[in-house]
T-cell receptor, first 113, second 112 residues
Framework: GEDVEQSLFLSVREGDSSVINCTYTDSSSTYLYWYKQEPGAGLQLLTYIFSNMDMKQDQRLTVLLNKKDKHLSLRIADTQTGDSAIYFCAESIRATGANNLFFGTGTRLTVIP | DGGITQSPKYLFRKEGQNVTLSCEQNLNHDAMYWYRQDPGQGLRLIYYSQIVNDFQKGDIAEGYSVSREKKESFPLTVTSAQKNPTAFYLC???????????FGPGTRLTVT
């Protein structure tokens, strides 16, 4: 079955870069996503990468995909206190016509002022 | 404003009672989803619907039921058969054939 793993916690100092890592097991994934969840709120789509890409950059966010190692990372440059949240990676596997997502456990990012 | 709404934000029920959580979207999305979130765990799929009048069980459908009578609405009923219903429930939607899902703000259900 699908298994998406993330470390549970990450702390960084304000202004530093954060790197949140994710590993997945299903090599037939088509898209990989990063979502952000602030306390008591729903998930906000941050960015996504197609499985045939290695890298995608969007302002302070850089997504790196190593398909051989099934490893996905999200780098946040110049981390701010407003970046404190839980970050989920998710993979999309096209099966029976449904675009279901499989989520990791989430990484709680704490930004220290 | 386009988006997904869930109501209420907080819901309290006594054990043994059924409760229905609301999810409405005005994004004209065909597909809708219900997830459950527990502390320290990722989201787990309860039910999904790709089209009106059709829905499929997800990974943890036992003790839950849904309906999809209108494109805009996908209510979830948590029945008394659900052994551990206290959780944060998230609804999402997506365009047919698209991969990205858009989430509502969630409903926190507490059953005592």
């Amino acid at each position: 079955g699908e298994d998406v793993e993330q470390s549970l916690f990450l702390s960084v100092r304000e202004g530093d870069s954060s790197v949140i890592n994710c590993t997945y097991t299903d090599s037939s994934s088509t898209y990989l996503y990063w979502y952000k969840q602030e306390p008591g709120a729903g998930l906000q789509l941050l960015t996504y990468i197609f499985s045939n890409m290695d890298m995608k950059q969007d302002q302070r966010l850089t997504v790196l995909l190593n398909k051989k190692d099934k490893h996905l990372s999200l780098r946040i440059a110049d981390t701010q206190t407003g970046d404190s949240a839980i970050y989920f990676c998710a993979e999309s596997i096209r099966a029976t016509g449904a675009n279901n997502l499989f989520f990791g456990t989430g990484t709680r990012l704490t930004v220290i002022p | 404003d386009g988006g997904i709404t869930q109501s209420p934000k907080y819901l309290f029920r006594k054990e043994g009672q059924n409760v229905t959580l609301s999810c409405e979207q005005n994004l004209n999305h065909d597909a809708m989803y219900w997830y459950r979130q527990d502390p320290g765990q990722g989201l787990r799929l309860i039910y999904y619907s790709q089209i009106v009048n059709d829905f499929q069980k997800g990974d943890i459908a036992e003790g839950y039921s849904v309906s999809r009578e209108k494109k805009e609405s996908f209510p979830l009923t948590v029945t008394s058969a659900q052994k551990n219903p206290t959780a944060f429930y998230l609804c999402a939607s997506s365009r047919q054939g698209a991969n990205e899902q858009y989430f509502g703000p969630g409903t926190r259900l507490t059953v005592t």
